[in-house]
């Protein structure tokens, strides 16, 4: 089973050191908000791939390719903003350390910033996400075992204030892929427990912080 470092939202200190090699697992997993230069430590220290969506307080990664080796972004060489050797599985289904993801970033939009989505734009996004995944399923016969996103579905985990409410499309994307998981950030509790919470076969938890999770 692999095992994971799951993190989101709350860059913890005392993982930001070399104390942190003393954690095994797999993978590291992040569900956005988290500075860049933190997730490619973790990956780095306990050499393990990293996958992640962005949040809406990152950087805007869209428009970058790879090509021979080199990040491209309209077509001439530029620095990728993200993490090294990162995979950004926004809009994407990636598998990583024997999991399959699917991955949708961003949060509802609020303001003029990166990574924010109205609903109908997300509904878009998670459409074209299925359409991915079904393709993926139907050639090599694997369902999505993580659904990794920033921000909640509605009612399931999100608050009700403009910022933190989540996004109605995750419900029909979950019956859809019918994940085992869903991981999300965003929804700060604050020191308050969070439990997990259920839709379908699919369970809904809650990373902001970190977790160590094993899949």
């Known amino acids: ?46 050499d393990a791939p990293c996958v992640f969506v962005p949040g809406n307080h990152d950087p805007d990664l869209s428009g970058y390719t790879r090509y021979g080796g080199l990040s491209m ?10 993490p090294a050797g990162g995979v950004n599985a926004d809009g994407r289904v990636v ?16 303001n003029e910033g990166p990574n924010q989505w109205t609903q109908r734009q997300q509904a878009r996004r998670a459409r074209g996400l299925v359409r991915r995944a079904r393709f993926r399923r139907w ?39 019918r994940p085992k998981w869903l991981l999300h950030g965003h929804i700060h509790p604050h020191g308050e427990p969070v439990p997990d919470r259920v839709a379908g076969g699919t369970r809904i938890r809650n990373v902001v912080g970190h977790r160590i999770m094993e899949f």
């Open 95 to 110: 598998d990583v350390a024997g999991l399959r993801f699917a991955g949708l970033g961003g949060s509802v939009r609020y």
């Open 1 to 46: 089973m692999p095992k994971a470092l799951v993190v989101s939202d709350e860059v913890e200190e005392r993982l930001w050191t070399d104390a942190v090699r003393a954690v095994s697992v797999d993978l590291v997993i992040g569900a956005g908000d988290l500075p860049y230069d933190y997730l490619a430590f973790l990956a780095s220290a306990l």
């Open 139 to 177: 050639r090599d016969g694997r369902d999505v075992d993580v659904l990794l996103t920033h921000a909640p579905p509605r009612h399931l985990g999100d608050r009700e204030d403009p910022p933190h409410r989540g996004f109605a499309c995750l419900h029909r994307t979950i019956e859809v892929l």
């Open 73 to 82: 972004k309209d077509g001439f060489p530029t620095v990728w903003p993200g």
